[in-house]
């Protein structure tokens, strides 16, 4: 930035060291016109030197905005953060409080639990070997009515025996006569004692058949009632596994208390720094502030700066002393005249509507990085500026580009140079395809928007990617049909 200044303080010195007896010399109207073109050339030197400032002024007051506007996000985000750290303190701090709830809570229910469990554990081992110890019993008892059986069995096979003996005995008696009636009648008794044993027997056999069964119902349920039991204490024994667990629960929370109270220490420490760094963030942010107004206000003052020296130029261009850039305004005026009538022609053959060449409805081209677009009068000038534009790029080896635009900094059609078709690379598109392009610039618009014979301006042109070339622009309105319709615009580049 201090570069381009000293050119300009180098101007002026070599201006102020013209003597008085030079001085007088142009104080006749051919030496008056030397002057005034030469303080013409000096101010179009200082008009490039201070666009260049100015885009440079620009570019840091555009980047100081945003890096403001960025700070101040940071100082946003930064707030929010710090009450998000007194959340999550407040949290935290509930948490530990339901935490030491929970943990008293389940060290209470898990000692009740514990102990209802420990009773029930026992009560179930307990019968368990009850139902063991009955079911034993009954298996005992059985075994022993089975012994029971066999004696009846043994007494009512006697009984048989015994009946058939004294059969045999009355049978003995009889054929003895007198002799064995007192033998008979013991016979008798003892059938008669066969009988009822057999009887007594049969009834002691039922009944141990009916004993016997229900002691075996007796030994199923009891085998049922230790199968059961077993069971249950299988289910205990997993019981207590999962209770087992239900403590690993209760340990695991005890370390979760622990880790929250660990955390709010270093939460409420990070809260009180975030405080700090947001009492500094804060003033910091004053500051970028009114820097980046200070800077904002610089670069207006350079832009009325510019706006002067082309006022200026203008004025020494009107006087009709000729200067290096004479024939190019000429040339430019000439130009625009000359695209005006051929507007004007073109309406009045009908080849286009004058509603389609002022048409502002602006249709993106799909897929074009940078942006382009198209409207109704695109092809149009597409046909006709060519022989208009190209011609021009000949008259002097300073001119860039020549091109029309509209009020709003539309081109639709550029030199051939600058109207490849685009590629993948936007930053090559940006240099190489600036046809169907809208240039709303302070420069453009200004160029687009006079309604003065001539605009000059100086410019820092933006070819993509970061990259500027230093130019002059002029441009000279076109009327059509006493409506304004634009400009045409040349490019000039300044020999460094």
Not at 360 to 368: A, F, K, V
Not at 436 to 462: E, H, S, V
Request: charge should be negative; include cysteine.
């Amino acid at each position: 930035m201090i570069e381009p200044m000293l050119k300009a303080e180098e101007a002026e010195d070599a201006y102020l060291d013209l003597d008085a007896e030079q001085l007088a010399e142009n104080l006749n109207p051919e030496g008056m016109a030397d002057v005034i073109a030469h303080v013409g050339g000096q101010i179009s030197t200082l008009a490039v030197n201070i666009a260049d400032t100015s885009g440079i002024v620009g570019d840091v007051a555009s980047a100081m905005a945003k890096q403001s506007d960025a700070f101040a996000d940071v100082y946003s985000s930064a707030e929010e953060i710090a009450v998000a750290n007194v959340q999550l303190s407040d949290v935290l701090s509930q948490a530990t409080n339901i935490a030491d709830g929970v943990q008293q809570g389940l060290k209470t229910t898990t000692t009740s639990v514990e102990e209802i469990f420990t009773a029930a554990s026992s009560d179930i081992t307990a019968m368990a070997k009850s139902a063991d110890t009955v079911t034993n019993e009954f298996s005992g008892v059985k075994e022993k009515i089975s012994e029971v059986y066999n004696y009846s069995e043994s007494i009512q096979k006697i009984a048989s025996e015994t009946q058939m003996l004294a059969i045999n005995a009355g049978i003995i008696a009889t054929r003895a006569g007198d002799a064995g009636k007192g033998f008979s009648i013991i016979a008798s008794s003892v059938r008669e004692l066969a009988v009822q044993t057999s009887e007594v027997s049969k009834n002691i056999t039922a009944r141990l058949n009916a004993l016997e069964a229900t002691v075996s119902e007796l030994v199923k349920h009891g085998e049922t009632s230790r199968k059961l039991a077993a069971e249950a204490m299988v289910r205990s024994e997993k019981i207590d596994a999962e209770f087992g667990r239900f403590r690993e629960f209760g340990d695991q929370v005890d370390t979760l208390t622990a880790s929250i109270g660990e955390i709010v220490g270093p939460v409420n420490r990070n809260s009180e720094l975030c405080g700090r760094i947001i009492d500094t963030m804060g003033t910091l942010n004053g500051e970028v502030k009114v820097n980046s107004a200070a800077l904002s206000d610089t670069s207006n003052k350079f832009d009325t700066l510019v706006s002067f020296t082309e006022e200026m130029i203008l004025l020494i261009e009107q006087s009709g002393v000729e200067t290096e850039d004479s024939q190019i305004i000429r040339h430019c005026v000439d130009a625009a005249e000359r695209t005006a009538a051929l507007f004007e022609q073109a309406i009045a053959e009908g080849k286009i509507t004058i509603s389609a060449l002022f048409d502002e409805n602006y249709q993106p081209i799909p897929n074009s990085n940078p942006q382009q677009v198209r409207t109704q009068f695109t092809d149009f000038t597409d046909r006709v500026m060519p022989n208009i534009q190209e011609p021009f790029l000949e008259l002097d080896t300073r001119i860039a580009f020549c091109a029309a635009i509209d009020r709003n900094g539309y081109l639709p059609t550029h030199n051939n140079i600058y109207s490849k078709p685009q590629s993948s690379d936007p930053i090559w598109n940006a240099a190489n395809c600036r046809n169907r392009r809208i240039f709303n610039d302070r420069t453009g618009l200004a160029a687009g928007r006079n309604t003065k014979p001539f605009l000059m301006q100086t410019y820092r042109r933006d070819m993509g990617g970061g990259v500027f070339s230093l130019m002059k622009d002029l441009s000279a309105p076109i009327f059509v049909q006493g409506r304004h319709w634009g400009a045409l615009r040349v490019g000039c580049k300044i020999a460094n």
